[in-house]
């Protein structure tokens, strides 16, 4: 089941408060290892185009997407807390 944490990092003078959704390290590893495969097929030229030519990597999944906060500083959202329509990424489980 989809589990949705938030980012209780301070940032801009109050809690972040950014959503994401929780993913295991293992699952956080596949990712990155299943992109890096797919990346190296691109020609240089596209991989700059689209990804700045840069291979993904963890430290992606252990820090917030607005902030940079650390994964370790997300909790449980509140149903409040959970935006509507809007793109949600993924983070690494704070207990991991
Ligand atoms: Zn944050």
Redesign the pocket.
Known sequence: MLKLVT?K?R?LGQT?D?VSMQVSRKHAEKEVETFNAYFDTVPKKEQQLFWGGKKADISSYER??????SYKKFKKATQKEIPFGSTISPIIDRKE
Do not use: A, S, V
């Open positions: 980012c990092t940032f972040c950014w917030c997407n607005r902030c940079g906060g």
